[in-house]
């Protein structure tokens, strides 16, 4: 099956899709604060651990974006 889609757009989209995890966590002003609260919990801390599973997707993003066959 053919690939679609531009080779150098393809390229971008991984790059952002990597780059995107170490930006929102090493923006640490974005985070630094202790509400909006979750259950309880200070959002320092909750938004620390929502980019855990954020990351593993974006990584599985970036890895079907340079899959050279499609999965079947």
Do not use: I, K, N
């Given at each position: 099956?053919?690939?679609?889609?531009?080779?150098?757009?393809?390229?971008?989209?991984?790059?952002?899709?990597?780059?995107?995890?170490?930006?929102?966590?090493?923006?640490?002003?974005?985070?630094?604060?202790?509400?909006?609260?979750?259950?309880?919990?200070?959002?320092?801390?909750?938004?620390?651990?929502?980019?855990?599973?954020?990351?593993?997707?974006?990584?599985?993003?970036?890895?079907a974006l340079t899959r050279d066959h499609p999965h079947r």
């Amino acid at each position: 099956m053919a690939r679609t889609g531009h080779p150098r757009l393809r390229r971008v989209a991984v790059a952002l899709l990597l780059l995107a995890p170490a930006a929102g966590l090493l923006w640490v002003p974005l985070y630094a604060g202790a509400g909006p609260r979750l259950a309880g919990t200070p959002f320092f801390y909750w938004y620390q651990l929502a980019w855990v599973p954020g990351c593993g997707l974006c990584l599985l993003a970036a890895y079907a974006l340079t899959r050279d066959h499609p999965h079947r």
